[in-house]
């Protein structure tokens, strides 16, 4: 039974490459907030963080990458091939996730949470949820996720795999079973049934922002909006980004879209993401035919006002050269040009790297002073 009084917790578990991502993201485009127990567990061992130096202590520096930072793949190695060194980073590690995901569910102002964990049913984490939802995949599309999204051969996707616990002794331990067999349409509909049974919330989310001065309106794409964003994508990119609304329906898998309307008419699009604490805005489209500064501050508005629901500490935005030269706008929005390494917080830096590429423009912005997780 859930511990915080008012909360419903989802605990959200599943083998490698079942979805489990997928389906928080999901949860969340419907109005939960979730919790990566994966990245929280990562930040928790970076430098300067609770966990950094009791490992140092514990498995020695030579687990230290060149930047001082853990490197976990060498971390990996050990623990995955030694039971005890596991257990020991563990005791280390799992208290500190606890704590934090202890203070975004207080903070949350949403009524339903959803924590994603891979090793849920094992820890205590699980005494204190409402329900186990448990992602299942076949073999096959395990293997084939692996080897697209990740680089693996089907030797090394194979024995991931079969690495694991058997699927059947997490699916007997659910509540509710999510089973994706690759369709992102199958997957929708499964987790949106499942939603009607823990929250009120229907399928139709109402506009979330409306423009004062004028008829410019942002709402929250759906899956049902596939086709038209992937249209917009496909027409204000010049052809550069050729999106079809499967492509669309996978990103939902990722993140957020923003959909900008005037006089009926979808004239613009930011594609976001909220993960471990930064908001991070990879797509920015808008039509020609709006005024850019103020079809600009009510997508970055919406963007940010989103962001803060989810407790976001900071705002990465990534503009095309077009919208990124015009500085004195984004000024005006708070934001400045930085670059990663100068970001400070090493989760704010790490958010910024994934996405940066050479030559683009990155605009930051600090969202609370009061930072999450201070506190650990």
């Not at 909360?7 to 949860?27: D, H, P, Q």
């Not at 202590?57 to 030579?62: A, I, M, N, Q, Y």
Request: hydrophobic share 40%.
């Amino acid at each position: 039974m859930s511990k915080w009084s008012g909360k419903y917790i989802i605990g959200l578990t599943g083998n490698i490459a079942t979805g489990k991502s997928v389906v928080r993201r999901m949860l969340e485009h419907l109005g939960a907030y979730s919790i990566d127990a994966d990245s929280l567990a990562h930040r928790a061992i970076a430098k300067g963080a609770p966990g950094y130096q009791p490992i140092i202590d514990l498995f020695g520096k030579w687990i230290l990458g060149s930047d001082g930072e853990i490197d976990r793949s060498k971390l990996a190695g050990l623990v995955f091939r030694d039971a005890k060194a596991l257990e020991q980073l563990e005791n280390i590690v799992h208290p500190l996730v606890g704590q934090a995901a202890d203070i975004f569910i207080r903070r949350a102002s949403q009524r339903v949470v959803v924590i994603e964990a891979i090793k849920l049913l094992e820890s205590e984490m699980k005494t204190y949820c409402n329900a186990i939802w448990v992602t299942y995949a076949p073999e096959n599309v395990q293997v084939e996720r692996l080897v697209r999204k990740r680089g693996m051969t089907r030797e090394q996707a194979q024995e991931r795999v079969h690495a694991q616990s058997p699927q059947n002794e997490k699916v007997a331990a659910a509540g509710v079973v999510i089973r994706n067999t690759g369709s992102y349409d199958d997957l929708w509909k499964q987790v949106t049934e499942a939603w009607k049974q823990v929250s009120p919330v229907t399928d139709t989310l109402p506009i979330i922002h409306k423009e004062s001065s004028g008829d410019l309106m942002v709402q929250r794409g759906r899956p049902r909006d596939s086709q038209a964003i992937a249209e917009l994508i496909t027409r204000l990119s010049k052809g550069q980004h050729k999106m079809t609304a499967e492509n669309v329906m996978e990103a939902f898998g990722d993140k957020a879209y923003l959909m900008l309307n005037a006089g009926g008419r979808l004239v613009g699009l930011a594609g976001w993401q909220v993960e471990n604490l930064v908001a991070r805005t990879t797509d920015l489209f808008l039509d020609a035919s709006v005024d850019s500064a103020a079809a600009l501050e009510a997508l970055i508005n919406e963007m940010e006002r989103a962001s803060h629901e989810l407790q976001s500490e900071a705002s990465l935005i990534f503009p095309s050269s077009e919208l990124a030269a015009n500085e004195a706008l984004w000024k005006k929005l708070g934001y400045e040009i930085r670059t990663p390494q100068t970001l400070g917080i090493q989760a704010w830096q790490d958010a910024a790297t994934e996405y940066k590429t050479e030559g683009a423009a990155l605009y930051f912005k600090q969202l609370r002073q009061d930072r999450v997780l201070r506190p650990i």
